[in-house]
């Protein structure tokens, strides 16, 4: 459809796409509001939902006959404007700094070492529950994996770097080692970030038997070739509450990360010591739930595993070995 205004001629082009735009502008928000209002009429009383597709029906596209429904799209908007905002400043409003007295324990890494000295593609599983599979974050590129990924991509730009996510909400050891095989070692991965105990403690699961699931789970990994990082419970009022299970769990899984000369990366610590040390509020970092981070927590996790893992990277490439038994923190 052309338009035609009798004042393009002397006016020139940018003048008469401006009012081009200041007539067109009215035509095209009216049927939007008309839906607007309408929205806002069936969903008055709270109570009434939106009409569901057709599954039968081809998708519709957005033309003039059938404009964008305004409620779904703003909300898409919304999310997008906010998604990029908590990228972009989620450490202008609250810094994440590393914990005092809390030493990098993620031990050597020498095989994930070897493939980037050597150019090769690398590839890391982080392994887990609700916290690996990142629910709490407003969306999936700010769970852990995610920016974790985007680290170590951004400091070894060069180097072809894979994350997945085999994170899976509710799960502990018991039903992580009936996927370990088939969903962790059958890909062949190099690294092993395995978050495991915090559904245990919440569950009530007997730390003898777990300690026997996860010390074979961590050979297993071993014997596969991965390197291995464990990661203790998080620090949250709904593990605080069961303070003895929670201390033996962080016990528990040092001892193992001892034994087997494997990393651990102490989250229960870390976390304590934003909220004891840094003060910085519980409500800064978990959400309402009282267990799951929210996306400023995952994003400082992840920012911390990762020094830790570039780091020893980093020694393992210079030649310098760390024993993660030397290094492991036992708190408590």
């Not at 976390?271 to 799951?292: C, S």
Request: net charge positive; proline share 8%.
């Amino acid at each position: 459809m052309r338009f035609a205004f009798p004042f393009c001629a002397s006016a020139g082009r940018s003048l008469c796409a401006v009012a081009a735009l200041a007539l067109l502008a009215p035509l095209a928000v009216a049927p939007l509001r008309a839906q607007t209002d309408q929205h806002a009429a069936l969903s008055s009383d709270g109570k009434t939902e939106a009409a569901k597709p057709d599954a039968t029906q081809p998708a519709a596209t957005a033309d003039a006959t059938n404009p964008p429904q305004p409620g779904v799209a703003a909300k898409a908007l919304d999310k997008v404007k906010q998604a990029a905002k908590s990228a972009s400043d989620i450490f202008h409003r609250v810094p994440c700094h590393q914990p005092k007295g809390v030493p990098n324990s993620t031990g050597s890494l020498p095989h994930v070492a070897a493939k980037l000295a050597a150019g090769k593609p690398v590839v890391i599983i982080a392994f887990g529950s609700s916290s690996t599979q990142g629910y709490g974050s407003s969306a999936p590129e700010f769970t852990y994996p995610n920016r974790l990924a985007g680290q170590l991509r951004r400091q070894y730009p060069s180097a072809d770097i894979t994350v997945l996510n085999r994170g899976k909400g509710g799960e502990d050891a018991p039903e992580m080692m009936k996927r370990l095989q088939t969903e962790v070692i059958d890909v062949h991965p190099d690294m092993v970030i395995w978050q495991v105990g915090t559904n245990a403690v919440l569950r009530n699961l007997d730390p003898t038997e777990t300690a026997k699931q996860v010390e074979d789970g961590v050979a297993r990994l071993q014997a596969s070739g991965a390197d291995v990082v464990l990661v203790d419970p998080q620090y949250s009022p709904r593990v605080t509450e069961r303070p003895e299970s929670a201390r033996g769990m962080v016990k528990l899984l040092g001892r193992i990360a001892a034994l087997r000369h494997v990393g651990i990366f102490p989250r229960f610590e870390v976390m304590r010591d934003w909220h004891e040390k840094q003060a910085i509020p519980i409500t800064d970092f978990v959400i309402a739930d009282g267990l799951h981070m929210n996306d400023w927590g995952y994003a400082c996790f992840a920012q911390l595993l990762g020094d830790d893992i570039i780091r020893s990277v980093g020694a393992i490439k210079i030649g310098v070995n760390v024993p993660a038994d030397v290094r492991t923190y036992r708190p408590m």
